[in-house]
C-alpha cells in the first residue's frame, strides 16, 4: 500500500512553490514521513533520529515513494531532480497568519542534503508543528494516487479536495482559490476554465488502476462559480464551488483491516478478481493484452490480444493460455502482468 499523506488543515492555505508536479510529488513524500513519534509505524521508525524534526531516508526508497522509478529518467537525471527539489524546498518561505493579530513567517525546512545514498532532512520546528497539528482537522491522501495524477493544478486541486472528502462539497473565495491555486494573474475566465478547471476536473474524474483496483479520485466532481450582481453580461466572479460523491471512511476502514489479515492465496484471488471484473489491459512482451478470464486451481490466466489497425483502432486478436507450473510462478506472473497495467 501507499504511504499516507496527513497534515493539518492549515497547510491547504498556502501556495506552494514553484514545483513542477515531479518535485510537488517528492514534498509530499516528504510530509508522508513526517509524523510524530507516537504515530510511527515501524516502517518509519528505521528513518527518525532521535530529534523528531529530521528524517534519514534511503534514496532509492525516497525515489520508491516518489514513483520515480516508473518514470523515463535515468539514475542521474533523478539524482539531480531531487537536488534541484531540496534547494527550492529549502527556499520556500511560509507566511502563516494564525489569528488577527498574529502571523508567521518561517522557511520549511532546516537542511535538506543528499549525502552518499541517503536524503537527510530536518523540518524547520514552526513547520513541523503546523503539520503534525491535527486535533483541528487535517487533510490526508495516498501519497502514491498524488503521484500518479499530471499536472501541478491537478495536484494543488487533488488535496485542496481531500480536505473535504467526506462532504462532497467545497468552496472557495475566488481571490483565495487563484492565490492558492497559483493561477496567474493574466489568466481570462475562459483562460482559467479551459487550460486549469476542465483539464483537472477531467483528470480527476478518470477511471485509474491503482493497487489493482479501478478507482476515482473524485466521483461525478464538477464545478460552478459564483458571481455578484453586476453590470454588462455575467457579473463577477466571487467564489467557486466543487460537489462530487463523498468517501464512505468507515467502509474503508473495513478494507484496509480486511487486507491486513488475509492470506496470499485470498490477495491474489481478489486482484485477479478485480483484473477480469474491469478488463484490465496490459503490456507484456512488448505486445498489448486484455484480461480475460483465469484458473485459479490451474494457474492459469487468458487474455485476448490487442492489435492496431492501419487506422489506429484497436481490434481483438488471439486469445492467450498463460501457464504457470505451481502457485509461486504463478503469483509472480500476476505480478508481471500489474506492472504493465496502463
Known sequence: MSEIVKYNNDFNLLPMPELKAIQMDMFMAIISLTKDKKENTPFLKKFFNPDKRKIIIPQKKFIELCRLNDSKMDYKEIFFAIDDCLKKLCNFLISYQKDERTIYNFVCFEEANIIADEVHITLQSRFYDMIINKKFGFTAFELAEFAELSGKYTKTLYRLLKQFRTTGKAYFEWEEFCRIMKIPENYRQIDIDQRILKPAIKELSKERNLFDQIRVPFKNLAYEKEKTAGRGRGGKVSGISFTFKPENIQMQ???????????????????????????????????????????????????????????????????????????????KMIDTFRKGIR
Open 253 to 331: 476502514k473495513l478494507e484496509n483491516e480486511s487486507q491486513k489479515i488475509m492470506s496470499d492465496e485470498q490477495k491474489y484471488l481478489k486482484i485477479l478478481n478485480n483484473m477480469k471484473l474491469n478488463q484490465v489491459r496490459f503490456n507484456y512482451n512488448d505486445k498489448l493484452w486484455q484480461f480475460n478470464d483465469f484458473d485459479f486451481d490451474e494457474f492459469k490466466i487468458i487474455a485476448i490480444e490487442l492489435v492496431r489497425d492501419e487506422y489506429e483502432n484497436l481490434n481483438f486478436g488471439n486469445h492467450m493460455h498463460f501457464n504457470a507450473k505451481n502457485q509461486e510462478q504463478f503469483f
